[in-house]
């Protein structure tokens, strides 16, 4: 597999896309851009962007175009010409894909595949209701039924356990919506072009990773 390939994961939250990107990022050598990575970033360090965003996503609701677009393009616009990337979580609807691809053309690059995991709705419930995220380092943590999250400590740090705002459960049923109401279409755009493998998610992540490297021709 040749490094500088150009791709994007796509798929709802909770279907794994940043465990395969990071997969993807280790045995391909290329830039993982996370949206969602990208937004943190600018809310960590308390940037009026960051907190304009945080509104919207507490809320499980999209960041508005003008924001995202601005953000990721200008991650995108840095990598250099023989490195790729895998975006992950942009874009998000047709007009964020339209920009996407305007901006690549103007450097002669084109998206080599768009990875779509597809995961059954009440999968997705179950598996975004014990998603936690440690205070310390951040690392994520899955919470399986019947455990107590106030007990568990970070695997990695030792670190407290706490579930982000879009993780509870009125905020993952509107993400859920938000998604397959305004980004379910952008699916249609790239498979005019050719270049969208739609993958099952709901198996092991061993096995999505097997189904994605050969959709890539790996």
Known sequence: MAQGLRLVLFGPPGAGKGTQAQLLRDRLKITHISSGD?????????T??????KEY?????LVPDEITIDIILDKVMSVADGDGFILDGFPRNPHQAEALEKALAGKSWILNKVVHIEVSEPELLRRLGGRYVCR?????HSIGEGEDAATKKCD?????????DDDGPEAVKKRIQVYNDETMPVLGFYRKRGVLADISGDNTVDEVN?????ALGA
Do not use: D, I, T
Not at 48 to 53: I, K, M, T
Not at 136 to 140: A, F, V, Y
Not at 210 to 214: F, S
């Open 210 to 214: 097997k189904q994605v490297m050969a």
């Open 136 to 140: 310390g380092c951040q690392s994520p």
């Open 156 to 164: 990695q740090c030792g670190g407290e356990l706490y579930q982000r």
């Open 38 to 46: 990208l937004f943190r970033h600018h809310l960590g360090q308390g």
């Open 57 to 61: 996503m507490n809320k499980g609701e």
């Open 48 to 53: 009026p962007l960051g907190l304009r965003a």
